[in-house]
């Protein structure tokens, strides 16, 4: 292959990733909300409403604080971009993305916090009460969830030897047997904890909320409107399909292209859509049986995850 | 040939003092600025010749010290801190050009400084004992004038300057201790001979010599427990000594304890190494923890130093065990890690400290609650404290980002291959780096949104300007080093390389590769810094061209509105209803109750007329250092008590003078009979 093939591959993959991704995760939230309403006994909006929502968003006229410089403005661009980067070169349809030797796992973990610093810097800059409550609240949670995330990866990480995304991925499908590890699935539990805390959802956050004590994401997105914050909902909910996406190609990680070629790639984008789907509905069937923890129940709830990824990553070295 | 260097390096810093402290007040400040950059401009070229070439420069004098006489050896490892000195030091001397006018042109400022920055610069050219602690001797004293330039301003300057020199005092001493043991022992007291000697000691005196060196450059890197005067100095100093203190001096605590342990006593067991990274966990929490619930913006970022260089400690104790488990590239890899930190850390908290200068300089506070809405009233220092926050957070593509990320994969790749002791501390080392990494970005995101962010939260605020040009250049130069860093590191890692392979013996020599992308030796793992920021740009581009796109096909767009925002209804909206640095902290406060126990005070006074009225209420919080607190506040009693008994002995009675003489001869004579 030459080298320019090589590149339009990249880059072809990499664009379709992102554009399934950026539609699919839209679709995504209309699904979970459409399961959710159905579970409660309400029709509930059509599944493609987020779309028209944001057709919507775009048309609309552009607002500002007064008191808000260009970190307000740059935010949700940010979050967008660095939701973009991370979809690009994670192996979400194949084991060999663009720059996929990048895409070590600690690595994304620290360009996805980029996009949760700028939205929170871009919520304090607003001069509100709301803005600096949510980003408080999301600091917070972050900076707790954090330490479970990181050593959940590294009790991943140990049985292959590298904490690359795709070799983990990869080696998932080479050697299922490393799935059913001990130390996988307690790591992949803590895993499921920090998204739901990660990307707002019960308990942790109620997304549906509307009143301002007890928001943390919307409180930090009040003041957004128009296009700015479309691209904050867009970048959401490609966050959320994302980090479903990993969690299920690192749990079930079949029909991902283990080589290169068109046919195995588009397998691997539908398997993805179907597998992220699943999990939403999962994760919003659950949402219908509970309740929002109070924010000071949190650090409970994160440090079991804590718990269980420090059990894989002993384990793990047990078992080694 | 450039041992001159060397020589240079010492006579224009000495050149540097003198003019501060005898010329006319018009050029002091001018002549000592130029004559310092001279100086370090010479450690430079001395400095990168070694890094280049690997070897070492050596320099011998026996007229300068009596008795011992001088040995200056620059080897790779201390040429890395050199380096950094150097240009911490060019950046903070260009900002006091700017910075001098406010009340820092004094005799005593100009000739102090110029002494810190060249006893800095030559304590890691050290090749003896004497040689050693008589220039760190110098570089504490000079420090500690700094510290006190603004005794007349405060009461908490004084006890800031009280509190550093017994800290630094305490800490040289053992460091005497421990220096003094090893030459004892090996007969001469040049560190090659120490090192050459070193094998044969008893393990008494090794361990001994070792555990008295921690103490001693742990307190001058600001490790918990013996951290206590680092947040008051750094705090009280001018701005630019703050910077340097934090970018080059606690440094040197660092280089002390490779230096010590690796260097002169050729590695050691298991334990002493985990003894530093226990340390080094235990700083990095704790300070990520204070940094994340401080409203003061230098007490912020003085607890942030102690929170790095905790991770420092991190990684020269994972290398020290990895080491002594016998893995040689990885030992080498995770001293990589920590010699980068250091550098990083230069860069980013240098910039930092020289930006909350300007802004103390331009609003008269450093309280994060009295400030606010200084983005967009001084735009340039606010994106130089934008840059340098976000790279002490760790977030790409900024230095602090891939120095973190190595940390992470020496930890890694250390683990799978080590004993069970190494193995259970590694991936608490991880928890513990991952909970300050969280901690950090929590309190980085306070200061920035808090103090620069949203609406002024007082009438100074509110009118504050930007600084003069120089202040400016002299942290925006550190900002663009954390940039430059963090696009491409591997114009440093090499030397680093370098330098870690001559503090872990028989390490090979190229640890970390590649142009582009950094491969670790003998290890899985890769990244590249310059691509993902590459990508990052483009993504960047390309959401706000889609975004003008979308806009531009589906309405004619009206203009963008500024506007009041969202009060839940409220008719009046005022700055002091944001949240403050307090309040932001408050979560993480609740949540952390038991470590850092603040002291809360609520005060509700009654009407006169009726007590189901309430007049006002009062509110206070403070949060002390519990470690002060618990440790040493106790021991200051103690002292205290036993200074007002012996008090007691001395009442002014010549006859009971007398009668002491009197008794202490027959004691003495008792004795030697």
């Given amino acids: 292959m030459t080298g320019f093939e090589e590149v339009a591959g990249a880059v072809l993959v990499a664009g379709a990733q992102i554009v399934t991704?950026?539609?699919?995760?839209?679709?995504?939230?209309?699904?979970?909300?459409?399961?959710?309403?159905?579970?409660?006994?309400?029709?509930?909006?059509?599944?493609r409403q987020p779309l028209l929502d944001l057709r919507k968003l775009f048309t609309k006229q552009r607002m500002r604080p007064e008191e808000a410089s260009w970190v307000f403005v740059a935010a949700p661009v940010v979050l967008v971009a660095t939701a973009m980067v991370v979809v690009a070169i994670s192996p979400l349809a194949t084991t060999r993305p663009p720059l996929g030797q990048s895409a070590d796992f600690f690595a994304i973990v620290f360009v996805l916090l980029l996009g949760s610093v700028s939205l929170a810097l871009g919520a304090l800059d607003t001069g509100t009460p709301f803005g600096g409550m949510g980003s408080s609240r999301a600091m917070t949670i972050g900076a707790l969830a954090e330490p479970a995330l990181l050593v959940a990866i590294l009790a991943m990480s140990i049985p292959a030897h590298t904490s690359n995304l795709p070799v983990l991925v990869h080696m998932?499908?080479?050697?299922?047997?490393?799935?059913?590890?001990?130390?996988?699935?307690?790591?992949?539990?803590?895993?499921?904890?920090?998204?739901?805390?990660?990307?707002?959802?019960?308990?942790?956050?109620?997304?549906?909320?509307?009143?301002?004590?007890?928001?943390?994401?919307?409180?930090?997105?009040?003041?957004?409107?128009?296009?700015?914050?479309?691209?904050?909902?867009?970048?959401?909910?490609?966050?959320?399909?994302?980090?479903?996406?990993?969690?299920?190609?690192?749990?079930?990680?079949?029909?991902?292209?283990?080589?290169?070629?068109?046919?195995?790639?588009?397998?691997?984008?539908?398997?993805?859509?179907?597998?992220?789907?699943?999990?939403?509905?999962?994760?919003?069937?659950?949402?219908?049986?509970?309740?929002?923890?109070?924010l000071f129940r949190v650090p409970e709830l994160l440090a079991g995850g804590f718990v269980l990824a420090m059990l894989g990553a002993v384990t793990a070295m047990v078992v080694r | 040939m450039s041992n001159v260097s060397l020589v240079i390096t010492a006579a224009a810093g000495s050149a540097a003092a003198i003019a501060g402290g005898a010329l006319p007040a018009k050029t002091r400040v001018w002549a000592a600025v130029v004559l310092t950059w001279g100086s370090c401009i010479a450690a430079l070229f001395g400095a990168l010749a070694v890094l280049h070439t690997g070897q070492s420069l050596v320099l011998n004098s026996?007229?300068?010290?009596?008795?011992?006489?001088?040995?200056?050896?620059?080897?790779?490892?201390?040429?890395?801190?050199?380096?950094?000195?150097?240009?911490?030091?060019?950046?903070?001397t260009l900002y006091w050009l700017g910075y001098a006018s406010?009340?820092?042109?004094?005799?005593?400022?100009?000739?102090?400084?110029?002494?810190?920055?060249?006893?800095?610069?030559?304590?890691?050219?050290?090749?003896?004992?004497?040689?050693?602690?008589?220039?760190?001797?110098?570089?504490?004293?000079?420090?500690?004038?700094l510290v006190l330039v603004d005794h007349r301003r405060s009461e908490e300057t004084r006890s800031a300057a009280q509190w550093y020199a017994v800290m630094t005092h305490v800490g040289a001493a053992t460091i005497l201790f421990a220096l003094v043991l090893l030459s004892a022992h090996a007969g001469d007291q040049t560190f090659a001979a120490i090192r050459v000697h070193a094998r044969h000691l008893p393990g008494v005196v090794r361990n001994t010599a070792f555990v008295l060196a921690i103490l001693g450059f742990g307190s001058k890197a600001g490790a918990v427990p013996l951290h206590v005067w680092l947040p008051k100095a750094h705090a009280e100093a001018p701005s630019p000594v703050s910077a340097l203190m934090s970018g080059a001096m606690v440094n040197l605590g660092i280089y002390g304890i490779v230096l010590v342990g690796d260097r002169l006593l050729g590695g050691g067991p298991v334990w002493w190494w985990l003894m530093v990274t226990a340390?080094?966990?235990?700083?990095?929490?704790?300070?990520?923890?204070?940094?994340?619930?401080?409203?003061?913006?230098?007490?912020?970022?003085?607890?942030?130093?102690?929170?790095?260089?905790?991770l420092v400690l991190?990684?020269?104790?994972?290398?020290?065990?990895?080491?002594?488990?016998?893995?040689?590239?990885?030992?080498?890899?995770?001293?990589?890690?920590?010699?980068?930190?250091?550098?990083?850390?230069?860069?980013?908290?240098?910039?930092?400290?020289?930006?909350?200068?300007?802004?103390?300089?331009?609003?008269?506070?450093?309280?994060?609650?009295?400030?606010?809405?200084?983005?967009?009233?001084?735009?340039?220092?606010?994106?130089?404290?934008?840059?340098?926050?976000?790279?002490?957070?760790?977030?790409?593509?900024?230095?602090g980002f891939v120095g973190e990320w190595l940390v992470f994969q020496s930890l890694l790749h250390g683990l799978?291959?080590?004993?069970?002791?190494?193995?259970?501390?590694?991936?608490?080392?991880?928890?513990?780096?991952?909970?300050?990494?969280?901690?950090?970005?929590?309190?980085?995101?306070?200061?920035?949104?808090?103090?620069?962010?949203?609406?002024?939260?007082?009438?100074?605020?509110?009118?504050?300007?930007?600084?003069?040009?120089?202040?400016?250049?002299?942290?925006?130069?550190?900002?663009?080093?954390?940039?430059?860093?963090?696009?491409?590191?591997?114009?440093?890692?090499?030397?680093?390389?370098?330098?870690?392979?001559?503090?872990?013996?028989?390490?090979?020599?190229?640890?970390?590769?590649?142009?582009?992308?950094?491969?670790?030796?003998?290890?899985?793992?890769?990244?590249?810094?310059?691509?993902?920021?590459?990508?990052?740009?483009?993504?960047?581009?390309?959401?706000?061209?889609?975004?003008?796109l979308a806009r531009r096909r589906f309405t004619p767009q009206p203009a963008l509105r500024r506007t009041e925002p969202w009060g839940s209804g409220r008719e009046l909206q005022t700055a002091r209803m944001q949240y403050t640095a307090t309040s932001f902290a408050e979560p993480l406060q609740q949540v952390f109750d038991d470590v850092v126990r603040p002291d809360r005070d609520l005060d509700v006074s009654h009407l006169a007329e009726s007590r189901y009225y309430v007049e006002k209420i009062t509110y206070r919080t403070s949060i002390g250092d519990i470690i002060e607190q618990s440790i040493y506040r106790p021991?200051?009693?103690a002292v205290r008590w036993w200074g007002q008994r012996v008090r007691g002995l001395q009442n002014g009675s010549v006859h009971r003078y007398l009668a002491y003489g009197l008794v202490a001869l027959v004691l003495i004579l008792a004795a030697i009979t």
């Fill in chain 1, 172 to 294: 998932g499908l080479a050697h299922p047997q490393m799935i059913a590890s001990p130390e996988r699935i307690l790591a992949l539990g803590s895993f499921v904890v920090i998204i739901l805390a990660e990307s707002g959802r019960l308990p942790v956050d109620n997304p549906n909320t509307h009143l301002e004590l007890t928001m943390i994401h919307e409180a930090m997105v009040l003041e957004y409107a128009g296009p700015d914050l479309g691209l904050v909902t867009l970048g959401e909910s490609m966050r959320l399909t994302l980090l479903l996406g990993l969690l299920v190609n690192l749990l079930v990680p079949w029909g991902v292209a283990d080589r290169s070629g068109a046919v195995s790639f588009v397998i691997g984008l539908g398997a993805l859509a179907g597998k992220v789907a699943l999990a939403g509905i999962a994760i919003a069937t659950f949402e219908v049986f509970s309740g929002k923890l109070r």
């Fill in chain 2, 279 to 310: 340390m080094g966990v235990v700083s990095a929490l704790f300070g990520a923890l204070h940094a994340a619930t401080s409203t003061d913006l230098k007490r912020l970022l003085a607890y942030s130093t102690a929170d790095n260089m905790g």
């Fill in chain 2, 62 to 92: 026996s007229q300068i010290l009596p008795l011992t006489g001088v040995t200056m050896v620059l080897d790779p490892l201390g040429a890395v801190f050199v380096v950094v000195t150097a240009v911490v030091a060019i950046a903070s």
């Fill in chain 2, 314 to 399: 991190i990684g020269v104790g994972a290398s020290g065990m990895f080491a002594a488990s016998g893995h040689r590239t990885i030992a080498a890899v995770a001293m990589v890690a920590a010699l980068l930190l250091t550098v990083n850390h230069a860069a980013f908290k240098g910039s930092l400290f020289l930006s909350a200068g300007s802004v103390q300089v331009a609003t008269g506070t450093r309280d994060l609650d009295q400030l606010g809405g200084l983005m967009r009233r001084m735009p340039i220092t606010g994106a130089i404290f934008m840059v340098g926050a976000l790279s002490i957070a760790a977030l790409p593509p900024l230095n």
């Fill in chain 2, 635 to 637: 021991v200051i009693r």
């Fill in chain 2, 102 to 145: 406010h009340g820092l042109s004094t005799r005593t400022t100009s000739a102090a400084l110029p002494l810190f920055v060249t006893s800095m610069l030559l304590v890691p050219m050290a090749g003896s004992v004497a040689t050693f602690l008589v220039l760190w001797e110098l570089m504490a004293l000079a420090s500690l004038v």
């Fill in chain 1, 21 to 47: 991704v950026a539609v699919g995760g839209l679709l995504l939230v209309g699904v979970m909300r459409k399961v959710r309403s159905r579970l409660e006994g309400r029709i509930g909006p059509p599944v």
């Fill in chain 2, 416 to 548: 799978p291959t080590s004993s069970t002791a190494v193995a259970i501390a590694i991936p608490l080392g991880v928890a513990a780096l991952a909970l300050t990494g969280g901690l950090t970005a929590a309190a980085f995101v306070k200061a920035i949104g808090v103090g620069f962010l949203g609406r002024p939260r007082s009438v100074e605020a509110a009118a504050a300007h930007e600084v003069p040009r120089s202040m400016q250049l002299g942290a925006g130069m550190l900002a663009g080093l954390c940039v430059v860093l963090g696009l491409a590191p591997v114009i440093i890692l090499p030397a680093l390389g370098r330098a870690a392979a001559s503090a872990v013996p028989g390490a090979p020599l190229a640890t970390v590769r590649g142009s582009v992308d950094l491969h670790l030796a003998g290890l899985q793992g890769m990244l590249a810094p310059a691509l993902l920021a590459a990508g990052l740009a483009l993504a960047i581009g390309g959401v706000i061209a889609l975004r003008q």
